[in-house]
DNA sequence: GTCTATAACACGATAGAC
DNA sequence: GTCTATCGTGTTATAGAC
Protein backbone atom coordinates (compact mmCIF):
# COMPACT_ATOMS: atom_id res chain seq x y z
CA UNK A 1 0.00 0.00 0.00
CA UNK A 2 1.00 4.02 -0.66
CA UNK A 3 3.35 3.07 -3.01
CA UNK A 4 5.87 5.67 -2.49
CA UNK A 5 6.10 7.51 -5.80
CA UNK A 6 7.85 5.62 -8.27
CA UNK A 7 9.43 3.31 -6.05
CA UNK A 8 9.13 -0.37 -6.90
CA UNK A 9 7.89 -2.65 -3.94
CA UNK A 10 10.37 -4.91 -2.23
CA UNK A 11 9.23 -7.81 -3.95
CA UNK A 12 10.62 -6.33 -7.80
CA UNK A 13 13.49 -4.46 -5.91
CA UNK A 14 14.88 -8.16 -4.29
CA UNK A 15 14.35 -9.27 -8.21
CA UNK A 16 16.50 -6.63 -9.27
CA UNK A 17 18.89 -7.13 -6.87
CA UNK A 18 18.89 -10.59 -7.48
CA UNK A 19 19.55 -10.69 -11.40
CA UNK A 20 22.80 -8.09 -10.94
CA UNK A 21 24.19 -10.35 -8.13
CA UNK A 22 23.62 -13.45 -9.57
CA UNK A 23 24.98 -12.21 -13.23
CA UNK A 24 28.41 -11.15 -11.24
CA UNK A 25 28.67 -13.88 -8.81
CA UNK A 26 26.89 -16.57 -10.11
CA UNK A 27 23.76 -18.14 -8.02
CA UNK A 28 25.37 -20.58 -5.94
CA UNK A 29 28.23 -17.93 -5.75
CA UNK A 30 25.43 -15.78 -4.06
CA UNK A 31 23.75 -15.55 -0.79
CA UNK A 32 20.06 -14.71 0.03
CA UNK A 33 21.89 -12.51 2.44
CA UNK A 34 23.68 -10.13 -0.42
CA UNK A 35 20.79 -10.30 -2.19
CA UNK A 36 18.29 -9.10 0.53
CA UNK A 37 21.14 -6.40 1.53
CA UNK A 38 21.78 -4.93 -1.64
CA UNK A 39 17.48 -4.56 -1.89
CA UNK A 40 17.60 -3.09 1.36
CA UNK A 41 15.49 -5.93 2.77
CA UNK A 42 15.15 -8.21 5.43
CA UNK A 43 16.21 -11.72 4.91
CA UNK A 44 13.38 -13.27 5.56
CA UNK A 45 11.16 -12.04 2.86
CA UNK A 46 13.22 -14.46 0.16
CA UNK A 47 11.25 -17.12 2.31
CA UNK A 48 7.96 -14.85 2.28
CA UNK A 49 7.81 -14.02 -1.34
CA UNK A 50 9.23 -16.15 -3.14
CA UNK A 51 9.42 -19.25 -1.13
CA UNK A 52 13.39 -20.04 -0.77
CA UNK A 53 16.63 -19.44 -3.00
CA UNK A 54 15.66 -21.82 -5.81
CA UNK A 55 12.36 -20.43 -6.42
CA UNK A 56 13.51 -16.54 -6.57
CA UNK A 57 16.01 -17.72 -9.45
CA UNK A 58 12.35 -19.08 -11.44
CA UNK A 59 11.00 -15.87 -10.57
CA UNK A 60 13.82 -14.02 -11.90
CA UNK A 61 13.32 -15.83 -15.29
CA UNK A 62 9.04 -15.34 -15.12
CA UNK A 63 9.65 -11.97 -14.59
CA UNK A 64 12.32 -10.81 -16.91
CA UNK A 65 13.12 -13.44 -19.91
CA UNK A 66 10.88 -11.80 -22.95
CA UNK A 67 8.57 -14.46 -23.97
CA UNK A 68 7.42 -16.06 -27.30
CA UNK A 69 5.43 -12.74 -28.85
CA UNK A 70 8.66 -10.47 -28.48
CA UNK A 71 9.57 -11.42 -32.24
CA UNK A 72 6.12 -10.39 -33.53
CA UNK A 73 7.39 -7.23 -34.62
CA UNK A 74 9.71 -8.91 -37.16
CA UNK A 75 7.43 -11.82 -38.42
CA UNK A 76 7.65 -10.52 -42.29
CA UNK A 77 11.76 -10.53 -42.09
CA UNK A 78 11.35 -13.72 -40.35
CA UNK A 79 9.75 -15.70 -43.37
CA UNK A 80 12.84 -15.63 -45.35
CA UNK A 81 15.81 -17.35 -44.42
CA UNK A 82 18.47 -14.81 -46.09
CA UNK A 83 17.16 -11.87 -44.01
CA UNK A 84 15.63 -13.94 -41.57
CA UNK A 85 19.11 -15.24 -39.70
CA UNK A 86 20.38 -11.13 -39.34
CA UNK A 87 16.96 -10.63 -38.04
CA UNK A 88 17.61 -12.83 -35.44
CA UNK A 89 21.28 -12.06 -35.16
CA UNK A 90 20.31 -8.52 -34.55
CA UNK A 91 17.85 -8.56 -32.67
CA UNK A 92 19.23 -11.09 -30.36
CA UNK A 93 22.70 -8.99 -29.92
CA UNK A 94 20.96 -5.95 -28.92
CA UNK A 95 18.65 -7.67 -26.59
CA UNK A 96 21.91 -8.74 -24.58
CA UNK A 97 24.01 -5.15 -24.75
CA UNK A 98 20.76 -3.53 -23.33
CA UNK A 99 20.01 -5.81 -20.50
CA UNK A 100 22.96 -8.21 -20.26
CA UNK A 101 22.72 -9.91 -16.57
CA UNK A 102 19.73 -12.37 -17.82
CA UNK A 103 21.92 -13.85 -20.46
CA UNK A 104 25.12 -13.62 -18.40
CA UNK A 105 22.77 -15.59 -15.74
CA UNK A 106 22.06 -18.12 -18.10
CA UNK A 107 25.25 -19.14 -19.68
CA UNK A 108 26.60 -19.50 -16.56
CA UNK A 109 24.06 -22.23 -15.53
CA UNK A 110 24.57 -23.91 -18.93
CA UNK A 111 28.40 -23.74 -18.27
CA UNK A 112 27.87 -25.08 -14.41
CA UNK A 113 25.38 -28.05 -15.93
CA UNK A 114 23.33 -26.44 -13.17
CA UNK A 115 19.82 -28.23 -11.81
CA UNK A 116 18.38 -25.14 -13.32
CA UNK A 117 19.09 -25.61 -16.86
CA UNK A 118 15.89 -27.49 -18.11
CA UNK A 119 13.92 -23.39 -16.93
CA UNK A 120 16.47 -22.06 -18.98
CA UNK A 121 16.23 -24.64 -22.28
CA UNK A 122 12.37 -24.07 -21.77
CA UNK A 123 12.19 -20.16 -22.27
CA UNK A 124 15.07 -20.02 -25.04
CA UNK A 125 14.47 -22.95 -26.70
CA UNK A 126 11.54 -21.43 -28.83
CA UNK A 127 14.10 -18.71 -29.79
CA UNK A 128 16.65 -21.08 -30.92
CA UNK A 129 14.19 -23.25 -32.94
CA UNK A 130 13.41 -19.94 -34.82
CA UNK A 131 17.13 -19.68 -35.91
CA UNK A 132 17.32 -23.38 -36.56
CA UNK A 133 14.49 -23.64 -38.87
CA UNK A 134 15.72 -20.90 -40.27
CA UNK A 135 19.11 -22.32 -41.23
CA UNK A 136 17.57 -25.77 -42.59
CA UNK A 137 14.93 -24.37 -44.28
CA UNK A 138 17.75 -21.72 -46.41
CA UNK A 139 19.98 -24.72 -47.08
CA UNK A 140 17.44 -25.93 -48.92
CA UNK A 141 16.19 -23.21 -50.71
CA UNK A 142 20.01 -22.40 -51.82
CA UNK A 143 20.41 -19.57 -50.09
CA UNK A 144 23.57 -21.15 -47.20
CA UNK A 145 25.82 -23.55 -47.58
CA UNK A 146 26.81 -25.90 -44.94
CA UNK A 147 27.52 -29.65 -44.30
CA UNK A 148 26.29 -29.97 -40.66
CA UNK A 149 23.30 -28.28 -39.74
CA UNK A 150 23.30 -29.10 -35.99
CA UNK A 151 27.15 -28.31 -35.66
CA UNK A 152 26.39 -25.12 -38.01
CA UNK A 153 23.68 -23.80 -34.99
CA UNK A 154 26.20 -24.39 -32.98
CA UNK A 155 28.98 -21.87 -34.57
CA UNK A 156 26.43 -19.32 -35.56
CA UNK A 157 25.21 -19.06 -31.41
CA UNK A 158 29.00 -19.10 -30.78
CA UNK A 159 30.10 -16.23 -33.08
CA UNK A 160 26.75 -14.23 -31.49
CA UNK A 161 27.10 -15.02 -27.90
CA UNK A 162 30.95 -15.07 -27.12
CA UNK A 163 30.92 -11.46 -26.66
CA UNK A 164 30.00 -11.91 -23.38
CA UNK A 165 33.89 -12.78 -23.00
CA UNK A 166 34.79 -9.51 -23.88
CA UNK A 167 36.60 -8.48 -20.56
CA UNK A 168 38.67 -11.72 -20.22
CA UNK A 169 40.27 -11.32 -23.79
CA UNK A 170 40.84 -7.61 -23.20
CA UNK A 171 44.48 -7.58 -22.22
CA UNK A 172 44.69 -9.07 -25.73
CA UNK A 173 43.09 -6.72 -27.66
CA UNK A 174 44.69 -4.27 -30.43
CA UNK A 175 41.53 -1.75 -30.76
CA UNK A 176 39.65 0.59 -28.34
CA UNK A 177 36.17 -0.59 -27.02
CA UNK A 178 33.68 -1.56 -29.87
CA UNK A 179 30.06 0.34 -30.25
CA UNK A 180 27.34 -2.41 -29.91
CA UNK A 181 26.12 -1.36 -33.61
CA UNK A 182 29.42 -2.12 -35.21
CA UNK A 183 29.84 -5.40 -33.57
CA UNK A 184 26.49 -6.41 -34.42
CA UNK A 185 27.23 -5.61 -38.53
CA UNK A 186 30.67 -7.16 -38.11
CA UNK A 187 28.68 -10.30 -36.61
CA UNK A 188 26.45 -10.17 -39.36
CA UNK A 189 29.44 -10.09 -41.98
CA UNK A 190 31.25 -12.98 -40.44
CA UNK A 191 27.62 -15.20 -40.42
CA UNK A 192 26.99 -14.41 -43.74
CA UNK A 193 30.33 -14.98 -44.84
CA UNK A 194 30.45 -18.32 -43.16
CA UNK A 195 27.35 -19.66 -44.61
CA UNK A 196 28.44 -18.62 -48.02
CA UNK A 197 25.23 -15.86 -48.39
CA UNK A 198 25.91 -12.70 -49.42
CA UNK A 199 25.12 -9.67 -46.95
CA UNK A 200 21.52 -8.65 -47.03
CA UNK A 201 21.12 -5.22 -48.24
CA UNK A 202 24.68 -4.72 -50.05
CA UNK A 203 26.36 -5.06 -53.18
CA UNK A 204 23.65 -6.89 -55.54
CA UNK A 205 20.50 -4.37 -54.60
CA UNK A 206 22.62 -1.67 -54.68
CA UNK B 1 57.11 -45.62 -0.81
CA UNK B 2 56.28 -49.35 -2.72
CA UNK B 3 54.36 -47.62 -5.16
CA UNK B 4 51.93 -50.41 -6.01
CA UNK B 5 52.84 -51.15 -9.81
CA UNK B 6 50.75 -48.76 -12.02
CA UNK B 7 48.67 -46.86 -8.95
CA UNK B 8 49.01 -43.37 -9.11
CA UNK B 9 50.19 -41.70 -5.70
CA UNK B 10 47.55 -40.31 -3.43
CA UNK B 11 48.88 -36.79 -4.73
CA UNK B 12 47.91 -37.50 -8.38
CA UNK B 13 44.56 -39.27 -7.26
CA UNK B 14 43.19 -35.93 -5.80
CA UNK B 15 44.16 -34.20 -8.37
CA UNK B 16 42.56 -36.45 -11.13
CA UNK B 17 39.60 -36.10 -9.10
CA UNK B 18 39.66 -32.83 -8.64
CA UNK B 19 39.68 -32.64 -12.76
CA UNK B 20 36.70 -34.32 -13.01
CA UNK B 21 34.61 -33.08 -10.08
CA UNK B 22 35.39 -29.63 -11.01
CA UNK B 23 34.17 -29.80 -14.25
CA UNK B 24 31.19 -31.61 -13.80
CA UNK B 25 30.35 -29.25 -10.67
CA UNK B 26 32.11 -25.96 -10.84
CA UNK B 27 35.27 -25.06 -8.39
CA UNK B 28 32.75 -23.65 -5.87
CA UNK B 29 30.27 -26.74 -6.45
CA UNK B 30 32.68 -28.87 -5.27
CA UNK B 31 33.63 -29.70 -1.55
CA UNK B 32 36.48 -30.66 -0.65
CA UNK B 33 35.32 -34.05 1.08
CA UNK B 34 33.98 -34.42 -2.50
CA UNK B 35 37.60 -34.65 -3.97
CA UNK B 36 38.58 -36.54 -1.00
CA UNK B 37 35.90 -39.48 -1.39
CA UNK B 38 36.48 -39.61 -5.46
CA UNK B 39 40.03 -39.83 -5.08
CA UNK B 40 39.55 -42.55 -2.03
CA UNK B 41 42.05 -40.11 0.31
CA UNK B 42 41.63 -38.42 3.60
CA UNK B 43 40.31 -34.95 4.04
CA UNK B 44 43.07 -33.52 5.45
CA UNK B 45 45.24 -34.45 2.34
CA UNK B 46 44.31 -31.35 0.63
CA UNK B 47 45.85 -29.17 3.00
CA UNK B 48 48.79 -31.36 3.43
CA UNK B 49 49.13 -31.68 -0.04
CA UNK B 50 48.51 -28.45 -1.78
CA UNK B 51 48.00 -26.04 1.36
CA UNK B 52 44.12 -25.43 0.78
CA UNK B 53 41.59 -25.57 -1.70
CA UNK B 54 42.62 -22.48 -4.06
CA UNK B 55 46.24 -24.12 -4.11
CA UNK B 56 44.70 -27.62 -5.22
CA UNK B 57 42.78 -25.23 -8.31
CA UNK B 58 46.64 -24.31 -9.37
CA UNK B 59 48.30 -27.09 -9.06
CA UNK B 60 45.42 -28.89 -11.17
CA UNK B 61 46.91 -26.04 -14.30
CA UNK B 62 50.35 -26.79 -14.08
CA UNK B 63 49.83 -30.58 -13.49
CA UNK B 64 47.37 -30.74 -16.25
CA UNK B 65 47.51 -27.74 -18.85
CA UNK B 66 50.16 -27.73 -22.29
CA UNK B 67 52.65 -25.11 -21.91
CA UNK B 68 54.24 -23.29 -24.62
CA UNK B 69 56.05 -25.89 -26.76
CA UNK B 70 52.98 -27.90 -27.39
CA UNK B 71 52.84 -25.97 -30.68
CA UNK B 72 56.32 -26.58 -31.44
CA UNK B 73 55.47 -29.41 -34.27
CA UNK B 74 53.76 -26.89 -35.86
CA UNK B 75 56.18 -24.38 -36.39
CA UNK B 76 56.39 -24.16 -39.83
CA UNK B 77 52.42 -24.63 -40.64
CA UNK B 78 52.21 -21.45 -38.23
CA UNK B 79 54.61 -19.18 -39.66
CA UNK B 80 52.34 -18.43 -42.77
CA UNK B 81 48.08 -17.03 -41.79
CA UNK B 82 46.18 -19.27 -44.22
CA UNK B 83 47.45 -22.66 -43.02
CA UNK B 84 47.79 -21.33 -39.82
CA UNK B 85 44.79 -20.37 -38.30
CA UNK B 86 43.62 -23.84 -39.61
CA UNK B 87 46.26 -25.44 -37.25
CA UNK B 88 45.67 -23.56 -34.53
CA UNK B 89 41.68 -24.53 -34.66
CA UNK B 90 42.92 -28.52 -35.65
CA UNK B 91 44.88 -28.19 -32.52
CA UNK B 92 43.19 -26.86 -30.05
CA UNK B 93 40.10 -28.38 -31.12
CA UNK B 94 42.06 -31.76 -31.37
CA UNK B 95 42.91 -31.16 -27.05
CA UNK B 96 39.17 -30.31 -26.16
CA UNK B 97 38.43 -33.67 -27.68
CA UNK B 98 41.02 -35.62 -26.14
CA UNK B 99 40.76 -34.29 -22.81
CA UNK B 100 38.08 -31.87 -21.81
CA UNK B 101 37.64 -30.82 -18.58
CA UNK B 102 40.59 -28.75 -18.42
CA UNK B 103 38.92 -26.06 -21.20
CA UNK B 104 35.70 -26.78 -19.05
CA UNK B 105 36.91 -25.52 -15.77
CA UNK B 106 38.57 -22.41 -17.93
CA UNK B 107 35.33 -21.57 -19.55
CA UNK B 108 33.59 -21.73 -16.03
CA UNK B 109 35.54 -19.74 -13.98
CA UNK B 110 35.81 -17.11 -16.61
CA UNK B 111 32.28 -17.05 -17.09
CA UNK B 112 31.85 -16.82 -13.25
CA UNK B 113 34.44 -13.85 -13.23
CA UNK B 114 36.31 -15.87 -10.42
CA UNK B 115 39.34 -14.17 -8.95
CA UNK B 116 41.20 -17.52 -10.39
CA UNK B 117 41.07 -16.07 -14.25
CA UNK B 118 44.34 -14.48 -13.74
CA UNK B 119 46.08 -17.97 -13.44
CA UNK B 120 44.08 -19.20 -17.01
CA UNK B 121 45.05 -16.06 -18.65
CA UNK B 122 48.38 -16.40 -18.19
CA UNK B 123 49.08 -19.93 -19.50
CA UNK B 124 46.15 -19.54 -22.09
CA UNK B 125 46.70 -16.06 -23.69
CA UNK B 126 50.62 -17.64 -25.41
CA UNK B 127 48.07 -19.34 -27.35
CA UNK B 128 45.76 -16.67 -28.43
CA UNK B 129 48.36 -14.45 -29.07
CA UNK B 130 49.33 -16.40 -31.59
CA UNK B 131 45.87 -16.95 -32.82
CA UNK B 132 45.45 -12.78 -32.94
CA UNK B 133 49.05 -12.81 -34.46
CA UNK B 134 47.81 -14.87 -37.63
CA UNK B 135 44.68 -13.46 -38.53
CA UNK B 136 46.16 -9.67 -38.25
CA UNK B 137 48.97 -10.72 -40.34
CA UNK B 138 46.56 -12.74 -42.46
CA UNK B 139 44.53 -9.15 -42.87
CA UNK B 140 47.46 -7.80 -44.27
CA UNK B 141 48.61 -10.13 -46.77
CA UNK B 142 45.33 -9.89 -48.17
CA UNK B 143 44.04 -13.64 -47.40
CA UNK B 144 41.88 -12.75 -44.70
CA UNK B 145 39.32 -9.74 -45.16
CA UNK B 146 37.31 -8.55 -41.49
CA UNK B 147 36.91 -5.30 -40.20
CA UNK B 148 38.17 -5.34 -36.44
CA UNK B 149 40.95 -8.01 -35.09
CA UNK B 150 39.21 -7.46 -32.00
CA UNK B 151 35.46 -8.57 -32.53
CA UNK B 152 36.63 -10.95 -35.19
CA UNK B 153 38.90 -13.28 -32.56
CA UNK B 154 36.45 -13.26 -30.17
CA UNK B 155 34.21 -14.79 -33.20
CA UNK B 156 36.74 -17.37 -34.26
CA UNK B 157 36.92 -18.34 -30.53
CA UNK B 158 33.27 -18.72 -30.20
CA UNK B 159 33.10 -20.69 -33.70
CA UNK B 160 35.81 -23.31 -32.29
CA UNK B 161 34.41 -23.47 -28.39
CA UNK B 162 31.16 -23.21 -28.17
CA UNK B 163 30.85 -27.48 -29.29
CA UNK B 164 31.33 -27.51 -25.14
CA UNK B 165 27.54 -26.30 -24.82
CA UNK B 166 26.30 -29.39 -27.38
CA UNK B 167 24.84 -30.94 -24.34
CA UNK B 168 22.68 -28.29 -23.58
CA UNK B 169 20.95 -27.98 -27.18
CA UNK B 170 20.57 -31.46 -27.70
CA UNK B 171 17.23 -31.32 -27.26
CA UNK B 172 17.11 -29.11 -30.64
CA UNK B 173 19.62 -31.40 -32.71
CA UNK B 174 18.02 -32.73 -35.90
CA UNK B 175 21.18 -35.15 -36.78
CA UNK B 176 23.27 -37.61 -34.77
CA UNK B 177 26.07 -37.15 -32.78
CA UNK B 178 29.25 -35.84 -34.97
CA UNK B 179 32.41 -37.28 -35.16
CA UNK B 180 35.15 -35.12 -33.85
CA UNK B 181 37.07 -35.20 -37.21
CA UNK B 182 34.02 -33.78 -38.78
CA UNK B 183 33.24 -31.02 -36.48
CA UNK B 184 36.82 -30.03 -37.07
CA UNK B 185 36.36 -29.71 -40.47
CA UNK B 186 33.35 -28.05 -40.49
CA UNK B 187 34.67 -25.55 -37.67
CA UNK B 188 37.87 -24.97 -40.33
CA UNK B 189 35.54 -24.72 -43.36
CA UNK B 190 32.85 -22.16 -41.57
CA UNK B 191 35.80 -20.11 -40.31
CA UNK B 192 37.27 -19.80 -43.92
CA UNK B 193 34.48 -18.66 -45.08
CA UNK B 194 33.68 -16.07 -42.45
CA UNK B 195 37.10 -14.79 -42.90
CA UNK B 196 36.72 -14.73 -46.94
CA UNK B 197 39.46 -17.21 -47.52
CA UNK B 198 39.81 -19.93 -49.60
CA UNK B 199 39.90 -23.19 -47.59
CA UNK B 200 43.79 -24.79 -47.37
CA UNK B 201 43.93 -27.86 -49.21
CA UNK B 202 40.93 -27.30 -51.55
CA UNK B 203 39.78 -26.33 -55.05
CA UNK B 204 42.88 -24.33 -55.72
CA UNK B 205 45.92 -26.61 -55.61
CA UNK B 206 43.81 -29.66 -56.22
C1' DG C 1 4.39 -7.70 5.62
C1' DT C 2 8.25 -7.32 8.12
C1' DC C 3 11.24 -8.23 11.77
C1' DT C 4 14.62 -10.86 15.28
C1' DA C 5 16.47 -14.91 16.82
C1' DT C 6 17.78 -19.27 16.14
C1' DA C 7 17.74 -23.97 14.37
C1' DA C 8 20.13 -27.32 11.65
C1' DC C 9 23.58 -28.14 8.79
C1' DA C 10 27.85 -27.89 5.56
C1' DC C 11 31.98 -25.71 4.65
C1' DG C 12 37.42 -25.38 4.79
C1' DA C 13 41.11 -25.87 7.78
C1' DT C 14 43.97 -27.86 11.31
C1' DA C 15 45.74 -29.69 15.92
C1' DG C 16 47.47 -33.59 17.50
C1' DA C 17 47.63 -38.80 17.69
C1' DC C 18 49.61 -42.42 15.16
C1' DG D 1 51.99 -39.44 5.31
C1' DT D 2 47.76 -40.32 7.01
C1' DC D 3 44.19 -40.36 10.28
C1' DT D 4 40.20 -38.59 13.69
C1' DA D 5 38.01 -35.07 15.97
C1' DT D 6 36.86 -30.59 16.24
C1' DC D 7 36.93 -25.44 15.69
C1' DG D 8 35.05 -21.41 13.68
C1' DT D 9 32.43 -19.64 10.24
C1' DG D 10 28.72 -19.06 7.00
C1' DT D 11 24.80 -21.03 4.81
C1' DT D 12 19.32 -21.48 4.04
C1' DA D 13 15.18 -21.57 6.22
C1' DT D 14 11.71 -20.65 9.70
C1' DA D 15 9.19 -19.98 14.24
C1' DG D 16 7.16 -16.58 16.49
C1' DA D 17 6.88 -11.51 17.96
C1' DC D 18 5.19 -7.30 16.15
Known amino acids: MTPAANEPDIRTKILLAAKT ?6 FEGTT ?8 GANVALVSYH ?5 NLFKALFDEF ?8 PFREQLRRPAEGVATMIEQTMRYIFRDPDISTIME ?3 MMRSPRISIIQELAFPFWRILRDLLQRGREEGVFRFRCLDTTLLMVLGSMLFH ?5 FQPLFLEGRQQPDDV ?15 IPGEAAAR
Chains 1, 2 share one sequence.
Open 32 to 39: VRQVCDAA
Open 108 to 110: QEI
Open 50 to 54: FGGKD
Open 21 to 26: LFAKQG
Open 184 to 198: IADTIRYVYGALGAP
Open 65 to 72: FPNGDAVE
Open 164 to 168: KRAYY
